[in-house]
């Protein structure tokens, strides 16, 4: 029974009478949450009653004093974010020194760090940074040198930064970093005339690179063919030298000069396109003289013979 009751008890307090008192408290302005990154400004009969910007748990009637119980009444609460903030400006338009339409695209952090003038010091503190930041930029970057304009981004943020710092701080801004992320062309048709020159210088470049590489290559090709040139003169003098060198030392032995010589006339016939008919040592007379007179001796050839003579008869 003991168990029921502390049960029942249990979940009334915590289901009914926990929830309505934080209601009532919260009501009379007794304590309030500040989550982080968050700030609240207290409003009492047109005055700021106190600023909590620390995360967490506050008891307003300690901290504030029993008159924040007429807060919700009488007066109003502010909560403010006060987190890094960033943003991106596109393409402000700013001319150089030479004339050039160009566009300037600018990023900055923010975070707001005096809430009581971010409230009262601008009705729209943002949107007035953002006019200040663009038109900072269009006036300390314009008449600049085209080249200074593409090439120094660095100090021409921190022109920028310098410039619109104060005003910012009036309005309850700290400026973070301000950087300027591109400057490009704004006009299309001179756009489209760099590209043309850029693409015109690089046809002149490549064809540059590609006559030196094929003037280089015929340098080459024709030291080359000299280069050959002499070592095949050199060695066409050389080879008589050589073979008569190479005779000279064959001919001091006779047998070795005829074998010699009986190998090149072999060599000779056997790379020519004569027939080759080899005749048996113990031949007669009458096969030489056949051979020699180019009748054909293959098999099924029939010789003409004349017919034998035999006596007369009487």
């Not at 504030?64 to 338009?93: H, T």
């Not at 007035?128 to 314009?142: F, G, K």
């Amino acid at each position: 029974m003991d168990f029921i009751i502390a049960l029942v008890c249990t979940f009334v307090f915590c289901w009914i009478v926990l929830p309505l008192s934080q209601v009532a408290l919260a009501a009379i302005s007794f304590y309030t949450v500040i989550l982080e990154g968050r700030c609240k400004v207290y409003m009492l009969f047109g005055r700021v009653l106190g600023v909590i910007s620390e995360p967490g748990l506050h008891f307003l009637w300690l901290r504030l004093g029993p008159q924040a119980a007429l807060v919700p009444i009488f007066g109003r609460v502010y909560e403010i974010d006060v987190r890094l903030d960033q943003e991106y400006l596109r393409s402000n338009p700013v001319n150089s020194e030479e004339g050039t339409p160009m566009g300037v695209g600018v990023w900055y952090e923010m975070r707001v760090v005096q809430p009581v003038d971010y409230i009262f010091k601008n009705v729209d503190p943002r949107g007035s940074l953002r006019a200040n930041v663009s038109n900072a930029t269009v006036r300390c970057l314009s008449n600049l040198p085209l080249h200074e304009m593409l090439e120094s981004r660095h100090s021409m943020s921190r022109v920028v930064r310098s410039e619109v710092s104060p005003k910012a701080e009036e309005w309850g801004y700290h400026l973070g970093s301000v950087y300027i992320r591109k400057v490009h062309f704004r006009d299309n048709l001179m756009i489209r005339q760099i590209e043309q020159k850029v693409v015109n210088r690089l046809r002149q470049v490549t064809s540059a690179i590609r006559q030196a590489g094929a003037n280089q290559v015929d340098i080459i090709t024709s030291s080359a063919e000299r280069k050959a040139a002499t070592e095949f003169a050199k060695a066409r003098s050389v080879r008589p030298q050589m073979i008569g060198e190479a005779l000279r030392e064959i001919g001091q032995d006779a047998d070795v000069l005829n074998a010699v010589f009986e190998t090149l006339e072999i060599e000779r016939l056997i790379k020519g396109q004569g027939e080759i008919t080899l005749v048996p040592g113990d031949a007669g007379e009458t096969l030489v003289g056949l051979l020699s007179s180019g009748v054909d001796l293959k098999p099924g050839h029939s010789l003409a013979t004349k017919p034998p003579s035999f006596p007369a008869t009487h």
